[in-house]
């Protein structure tokens, strides 16, 4: 028979005398009667735990698995609209940016044209100094 392992006693409530099961043997009992072949009754002579305290526990991890697989769904969900704002913001920031580049040509061809008429220098020049 397996060992038994408990943890230091709660003193709580009205189940006094019991002490919490570690929760390696838990999750030991409850992938073997997920993993198929062995019913609660099996398990309860196996480890001498009440089958309803094995029932209880194999209730509570599926329910978590359940609202584990609901939260993820909906992140999936999530993901999926949010894969398509961000879509619809990259073709805003590409016109966007497609706009400011074509503005920029334009700038610079008026100053080139500027430049040629006036016969006047009107960009900076890289090495010079503010004036004081």
Known sequence: MTEI??????????????QPYDIGLKLQIIQEYQSGGITFKMLSKKYNINKSVISYWVRKSEGRLSALKSITFKKVELNQEEKKDQNQEIEALKKALEEALLKNKALETMIDIAEQELKINIRKKSGTKRSR
């Not at 392992?5 to 019991?18: P, Q």
């Open 5 to 18: 392992k408990f943890l230091k006693k709660r003193g709580r409530g009205k189940r006094k005398n019991t």
